[in-house]
């Protein structure tokens, strides 16, 4: 595991911790935001990126949507196997909502995250 991995782990738990208590309580919404967030931050390690996708593919088939598993199932190959060549855009949270191509904006608090874990 490398010291991106390892550094943003503490972050990209916390967001995944979130998700899960809102998933148990039925704020389905809520919990894909905290998801997303995890995927923004760990978006950088192949570890986190592909381990965020699968939870993210877990949510949609808990919900029953077709269209989100399928990105999902998409997005988890080239989370394994694009992430190590730097093959992300960054700040794309990770949903089919959004291509997988899109750069997105990313948060000063998150921004600040990710490079103090880059920093390390």
């Known amino acids: ?13 916390r967001e995944l911790v979130m998700a899960r208590s809102l998933q148990i309580n039925g704020h389905w919404q809520s919990a894909f935001k905290h998801l997303e967030n995890a995927h923004v931050l760990g978006q950088l390690s192949t570890y986190w990126h592909t381990r965020v996708h699968i939870l993210m593919l877990l949510w949609a088939w808990q919900r029953t949507d077709i269209r989100e598993v399928i990105a ?8 394994a ?40």
Do not use: C, D, Y
């Open 72 to 79: 999902q199932i998409i997005r988890i190959t080239g989370a």
């Open 1 to 13: 595991m490398g010291n991106f991995t390892k550094n943003i782990a503490m972050s990209v738990r």
């Open 81 to 120: 196997t694009k992430t190590f060549a730097g093959l992300v855009p960054a700040g794309n949270t990770g949903g089919g909502n959004v291509s997988a191509f899109k750069p997105m904006p990313v948060s000063e608090a998150h921004r600040q995250v990710i490079m103090s874990a880059r920093l390390k």
